[in-house]
């Protein structure tokens, strides 16, 4: 591993004290009811098990109705309501949700979009980042919040905020355009250095000022690649300064973990390797996107990215729904159990913690038509009853929490690879970086394997396979990692579009993939994409002298320059008929792959069956909708099985106790029922 490399995850090794088991819960906006409805809450909260509710995310105006005025009356009678209950207490500090005199006192502080509007009140989001009165105001009300509640019994964790980066990040106000100059002579030091870097010889934009530095707002055309590349991680550091502002003010009054809810795969403009190092603990909101049929796929890569960024430390989940949410085009029930699948597929990813947005239906407001804990139809619904054998069965797994997840893959994924390739002006609108993440993750899950999401830069060999599926943004460093990695006997598989830039955005020396040509023994003489509709036909025989499949690409093509690797795949037509199109090369004591066109999930099956051999990869032996995932404590091995379609059988070789149940099983297998969740500790 590079010295450099900073280790991945939270320092902090403890957890939500006052909590001894998994947490069950959700947001708990009491402001929103009148106080007899309280105890209500409380009361069907003991009854579904909920033992942690997030409350004050969005009471600023509650607590601070004048500036530099506080009234903690509410908060004060329900946190004393939730103690006497018994349910502990994430204190959120409200600063995603500026009250109504702020922006009016402070109408610069607003935030001002690319295209120069600035944003009003009256909804809820981020004022700038970067403006002084919104430090100033932030880091008052989130210390008077640690003064007061912060030795508070009942307290088990803080919520800074929420969803930094959501619903915007970019800010291009006044107050950016001054902390953005500041960043980039921090970054920089001198102005030849900021030139040389974003390559401002090309269309003349050489820059003798600073005071001429402007944020890269809507212009004329494509503006700076690597000014914007820049910008982006600018608005990243200008966010994470907001959370450690508010941490290190919480910290001198409470020994409170603190944590923030992030929103992995979903808001990829927070680097969350970089804030999961500042964070107590990782916590992330995850929701279905509706208009998927197999969501499931996109929740486990969201916990498996959450895990990664925690460096494999427990997680939080703060949010998920227990049904429908209201803010997708078509918003979708969940079907009876899926909420249950929904829950433990995050707990088997290494979550210690399923909670809900939110705890009781709002009755106004843009979220009335979101689903709850409790549903408007009340404790009469189906929804209910599955919150309350949801809640008993978490309290059955109490066992689980602190336990491992292993992974045998890792998928390469990097925030500021992914800032750079979604700029504009690529060499084709079809090349998504999503598209090629969700395609190669999406046949590891079905292949039955568990993945950790890594950086380029991190260690990565206790990994048997190393998937690159959009790395356009490749440092040297890692580069070099990925060489090193492969030559002590790894297995790299790396997709088209990567090797392609450094950190400026600028091509690599020698040309594309040319820094991890020893490894794949190839390089990228020219970009073939393909016109909108266009596929093309791949005659693929895996090097293992078997007759030629043919796979169908599409999207994209190279023309390679072998450097010593093995053609494993040929074009029989498309752009360059003959030519090579998936190569396998030997370097060290490891193998290196790589696939110059777009295979879909289904035809990525036959190669991915040749790296698994390579990698040394076993099939799992399980049924595709089947979803297991194991954890691991110190003295049992726990599986979790999570049955998406049909009746299946799940392998299982030795006796196992059904947590669930109680039920024995002397091995060989269990059938697990349609829609089904099982979780089985395994003796020895
Ligand atoms: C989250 C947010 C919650 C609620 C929820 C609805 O992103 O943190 O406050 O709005 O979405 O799905």
Redesign the pocket.
Known sequence: MPASTPPVGPAFTGWLPGVDSLCYGG?YNPEQWPEEVWEEDARLMREAGVNLVSIG??SWALLEPREGEFDFTFLDRVIELLHANGIRVDLGTPT?APPAWFYATYPEARVVTRDGVPLGPGS?GMVSPSSPEYRRASVRIATELAKRYGRHPALALWHVH??YG?PVADDYSVHARRAWREWLQGRYGTLDALNAAWGTAFWGQVYGDWEHVQVPAASASAVNPAQRLDFARFTDSALLACFTAERDAIREHSDVPVTT?F?AT?CLSTDLFRWAREVDIVAN?H?LTAADPRGEVGLALAADLTRSVAGGKPWLL??H?TSA???QPRNVAKRPGEMARNSLSHLGRGADSIMF??WRASRSG??KF?SAMLPHAGTGSRVWREVVELGQHLGKLGELRGTRVRADVALLWDYESFWAQDLDWRPSEAVSHRERVNAFYDRLWRDGHTVDLARPEQDLSGYQLVVAPASYLLTADGAANLTRYVEGGGTLLVSYFSGIVDEHDAVHPGGFLAPLRDALGVTVEEFLPLRAGESLTVRYDGGRGRAGAELTGTVWADDLTLAGAQVVGTYADGPKPGGAAVTRHRHGTGTGWYVSTNFDVETLSALMADVYADAGLPSSGVPEDLEVIRRHGDDAEYVIAINHGEDAKLPLDGPATDLLTGDETSGGGMVVPAGAVRVLRRHG
Do not use: G, K, P
Request: without cysteine; negative net charge; aromatic residues 16%.
């Open positions: 947001d995310i969005f995603a809820r929420n969803e959501a809810n929103m979903e909101d929701y703060l949010e729904s949410v209201n803010w947005f939110q843009a979220e979101h």
